[in-house]
């Protein structure tokens, strides 16, 4: 069984700045595109981030500038940086993966359990 973790969130202050982690566990598989969505209630999950397992990576405009995802193929594990955080930034943060198991044909997408952002003096 293959498990996202995510950890990192909490209260930080406007300006704050904070690392989000998603760690894979299990065994017997692979990780294709990662990516970070965060969700606030009454609204849509929105992509935040995304990084492909070559490492490129794409932003929503909102975080453009503020915000770095990495991440560590040999630890399978993802990394989201952000800096100069905003009020409008408070919201339940979700690590993404394409995680194919090993004989399988497909790849699926796999959820973390989420983890809360809120920014507020």
């Known amino acids: 069984q293959v498990q996202l973790v995510e950890s990192g969130g909490g209260l930080v202050q406007p300006g704050g700045s904070l690392r989000l982690s998603c760690a894979a566990s299990?065994?017997?598989?692979?990780?294709?595109?990662m990516a970070w969505y965060r969700q606030v209630p009454g609204k849509q999950r929105e992509l935040v981030a995304s990084i492909t397992r070559r490492g490129s990576a794409e932003y929503v405009d909102s975080v453009k500038g503020r915000a770095t995802i990495s991440r560590d193929n040999a630890k399978n594990t993802m990394y989201l940086q952000m800096n100069s955080l905003k009020p409008e930034d408070t919201a339940v943060y979700y690590c993404?993966?394409?995680?194919?198991?090993?004989?399988?044909?497909?790849?699926?997408?796999?959820w973390g359990q989420g983890t809360r952002v809120t920014v507020s003096s």
């Open positions: 299990g065994s017997d598989f692979s990780i294709n595109t």
């Open positions: 993404n993966a394409g995680i194919r198991r090993t004989l399988a044909l497909y790849e699926y997408d796999y």
